[in-house]
């Protein structure tokens, strides 16, 4: 195994986040965040459950410090070399007096950078407020300053290998998608079905396979439509039951998602209307989409729709996506909704998720589309309709 990208397509990635570190006035960036540390080298394993970091300075190569059993997943999956991955023993795991930040506390002091302006990711899930209480106490000469989403807008903008990335990321979904119509019927366990869609979301496609997405796939069936994120149960599928299924695609890591809805039976009169006024509202807003177009714009395109039909939806319309590890594919940065002011760039990749969670019933559209220049265009070629199965 390699790193997914080439060595330049990586070395463009490290100069734009230390450029925008220089431009904080940051010396040094102690990152936390899986998908950032993937992002900046490729590493790739399910170790996050403990701690690592990835610690990057101005004038220090991006380094790894992560478990010791961890750190062969780190020789192969990036660039790195040797002295770029650093290892802690197994006797800092999970020990009542010891913790792992004591020793990457130590590395880091030994690189001399206490007395440095010190960024960290103060906001994702996996820097804990032990590791920065750990890091700050043995730096303590150091400025500590929150670096925010800083690795995180670097990603916004998708070159042409992330392009091609999430373009196959999109035909899993497809592909999981096509098995959750060809398998949904009355009497079929929710948790069958989910076990055929989640092997074909990583079987992939003769050419190339597929990764666990990020989000864990979701299926609306029924009642439990009527919210946003319910777990599948071992329930059967029903008769004149609605189901919205938001699935997706993962290929070394990036994330597309799809969600599309079925009725089983003849679909009743409130989801053929509310079905055709979010399928228009879908195109407003790809008609609206394209290069420095502000998001909020978008969303008042599709919030035009709304009002026209009389409909309601208070939550966001979307965001961008990419490469991402459990429990979010977001990257954090840009949203859709009616104060974002962001002017989309070229080359972003969002997800546009047109949930209606309505009283007892529920429905979901989603497209993963490229944002070009002039024109938006979506990532997976999916019938958007309900998709009526007569019972």
């Not at 936390?32 to 300075?57: C, E, H, K, R």
């Not at 098995?179 to 366990?189: H, L, S």
């Not at 679909?267 to 502000?294: H, I, R, S």
Request: aromatic share 10%; hydrophobic share 40%.
């Amino acid at each position: 195994m390699t790193a997914p990208f080439t060595r330049e397509e990586y070395a463009d990635r490290l100069q734009r986040v230390r450029a925008a570190m220089a431009g904080n006035g940051f010396d040094v960036l102690v990152i936390g965040d899986p998908a950032n540390i993937n992002w900046l080298t490729g590493y790739d394993a399910w170790s996050f459950y403990t701690p690592q970091l990835m610690v990057l300075g101005l004038d220090c190569e991006p380094t790894w410090l992560g478990r010791e059993m961890d750190a062969g997943a780190a020789s192969f999956t990036t660039y790195l070399d040797a002295g770029q991955i650093v290892p802690y023993p197994e006797t800092f795991v999970q020990q009542k007096n010891s913790h792992p930040a004591q020793f990457m506390a130590d590395w880091m002091y030994g690189r001399g950078f206490d007395g440095k302006r010190i960024a960290y990711e103060s906001d994702v899930y996996f820097l804990t407020p032990a590791t920065v209480a750990h890091l700050q106490a043995r730096l303590g000469n150091s400025q500590w300053i929150d670096s925010e989403l800083l690795v995180n807008w670097q990603r916004l903008i998708k070159s042409p290998a992330e392009i091609t990335m999430l373009q196959q990321a999109s035909l899993i979904a497809a592909s999981a998608m096509q098995t959750a119509y060809n398998g949904v019927r009355p009497g079929v366990r929710q948790c069958d079905l989910m076990a055929d869609i989640v092997a074909a979301q990583i079987r992939g496609t003769p050419d190339f396979g597929g990764d666990m997405t990020a989000l864990h796939p979701l299926v609306l069936a029924g009642e439990a439509a009527s919210t946003a994120h319910p777990m599948w149960t071992d329930a059967a599928f029903e008769k004149d039951q609605t189901i919205a299924f938001e699935l997706g695609g993962c290929r070394k890591r990036y994330n597309a998602g799809l969600a599309r809805t079925v009725h089983l039976g003849k679909p009743p009169q409130e989801l053929t209307t509310t079905a055709a006024a979010v399928n228009e509202g879908m195109e407003a807003v790809l008609g609206a989409m394209k290069a420095d177009v502000p998001c909020c714009d978008v969303h008042a395109a599709w919030q035009s729709v709304l009002d026209h039909y009389g409909l309601t939806k208070n939550s966001r319309i979307g965001y961008s996506i990419g490469v991402g590890y459990s429990p979010d594919w977001g990257e954090h940065t840009i949203s859709f909704r009616p104060d974002d002011k962001t002017p989309l760039p070229e080359n972003a990749v969002v997800h546009i998720i047109l949930g209606m969670w309505m009283q007892g019933w529920g429905m979901e559209l989603s497209e993963t589309i490229h944002v070009q220049k002039d024109q938006a265009v979506c990532l997976t070629n999916f019938p958007r309709d309900v998709h009526v199965i007569d019972v």
